[in-house]
């Protein structure tokens, strides 16, 4: 962070948060220093819980996604009309209308029937992992688990999974704040692709309706409007990236989180009624998604400093998560924490339309994990993935066993 003598906010740009280790110190800092940073240029950055829960639900600020998406200006309109389109990127009254039919696309029954998809395939893998002995937590169970779940939701067939999910990888590359270019061509491509292979599914499904996502995203009426087959497509793929390694993220650094401190862990074995209580506190305690940003659509008060219109305003929730004027102990893991009103699904217009299904995927995750297995120890150093989309872990080696 820049001492500055002017009197102005401290500087420092939010995307190089994204590549400490730890960024929790930093955080503290910032916060101490005053409710508003100055981040790169047009660009502030927010760090304290109050104004972060706040300006999530402030209808004055829009996503900052559309003005995202001329990054990839330069001629790549494939790409500009997916951010345009999706669910992230629309602000109110159009928000209002698509977020009412995902909603009725993503209902509470359609999510309790994947429940039971969910606990066969946590099984699936905990066996293999059994089998195992020594494994890495995030290659073999955190990473595919979800995947296969954002297929099962979209009714894709177990049989394109392998052909699909290096698609869902590289999709994540175009989302990602620092990429090198080869990589954010890649999440183009990826985009390109995906489109193809859902609007082929979309031609079955209206051939021959399903239970699926898709299927009730084709019936989904709101005041007699339906989804146009562009909004389908796009907010389908961009299931793939809202779904997958944001639920990859809540499990490795929730694992690695209980490797850490083993106390927790015995607390949990002991009392396995805290779990739904441990999943909130790893969403605190560690937040997949670490900053969103919002874009000032008039003059806007912050922290008693005037905030043009057009500015972006990054919101950190990974640093809200951790103040200490909102959380007792905030350095510290307790998964028996309650209440724990952290921010890691966002809040307002755009909380996440997939939060009962993450906290399902984790809640058998988890449960699994700790009644299968009595040993589990780390196997070697984890290693931390910096400067992705979302805070989580390249590789956590682990050791597990029934004994
Ligand atoms: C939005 C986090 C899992 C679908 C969001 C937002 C956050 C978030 C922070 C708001 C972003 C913003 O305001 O900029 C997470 C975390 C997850 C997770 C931490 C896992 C632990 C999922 C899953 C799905 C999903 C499993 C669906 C399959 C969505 C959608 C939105 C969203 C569609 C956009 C909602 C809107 O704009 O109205 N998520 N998410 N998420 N999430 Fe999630």
Not at 138 to 152: K, T
Request: aromatic share 6%; with cysteine; glycine share 6%.
């Amino acid at each position: 962070m820049d001492v500055d003598k002017s009197g102005l906010p401290p500087r420092i740009e939010a995307h190089t948060l994204t590549m400490l280790n730890d960024p929790y110190p930093k955080y503290a800092e910032l916060r101490q220093a005053g409710a508003l940073c100055r981040g790169g240029p047009a660009q502030w950055l927010v760090t304290r819980y109050v104004d972060v829960a706040a300006l999530l639900s402030d209808p004055r600020l829009a996503h900052q996604f559309p003005e995202a998406y001329h990054r990839f200006s330069a001629g790549d309109t494939p790409i500009r009309s997916f951010f345009q389109r999706i669910i992230l990127g629309r602000d109110r009254p159009d928000h209002t209308h698509l977020r009412r039919l995902m909603g009725q696309a993503i209902s509470p029954g359609l999510v309790r029937r994947l429940h039971a998809d969910i606990t066969t395939l946590v099984d699936d893998l905990l066996l293999n992992a059994q089998a195992k002995g020594t494994l890495d937590l995030v290659a073999d169970i955190a990473f595919p688990l979800p995947v296969m779940v954002v297929c099962r939701l979209l009714g894709i067939s177990a049989d394109d999974q392998d052909e699909v999910r290096p698609h869902a990888i590289d999709l994540g590359k175009a989302f990602a704040a620092v990429v090198p270019e080869q990589e954010r061509l890649a999440g183009g491509r990826a985009v390109t692709w995906l489109r193809a292979y859902i609007d082929e599914l979309l031609a079955q499904r209206r051939r021959r309706p399903g239970d699926d996502l898709l299927s009730r995203m084709l019936t989904a009426e709101d005041d007699g409007r339906r989804l146009t087959h562009e909004d389908i497509v796009d907010n389908a793929v961009f299931l793939f990236f809202a779904g997958f390694e944001t639920t990859t993220s809540l499990i490795a650094t929730g694992s690695a989180a209980l490797l850490q401190h083993p106390d927790q862990l015995a607390l949990l074995r002991r009392q396995p009624t805290h779990i739904p209580h441990a999943i909130e506190e790893f969403l605190r305690y560690d937040a997949p998604v670490q900053v969103t940003a919002r874009l000032t659509k008039q003059p806007i008060a912050i922290a008693g400093r005037t905030i043009k219109p057009g500015r972006v305003v990054v919101l950190s929730i990974g640093s809200a998560n951790h103040d200490e004027r909102q959380f007792h102990n905030p350095e510290q893991l307790d998964v028996t924490r309650d209440p724990n009103p952290h921010l890691s699904f966002g809040g307002g217009i755009h909380y996440c339309l997939g939060a009962s299904l993450a906290r399902i995927e984790a809640t058998v995750l988890f449960t699994g994990l700790i009644e299968r297995f009595p040993t589990i120890e780390p196997a070697g150093a984890p290693v931390r993935q910096l400067g992705a989309s979302f805070r989580s872990f390249a590789r956590l080696p682990v050791y597990l066993s029934d004994r």
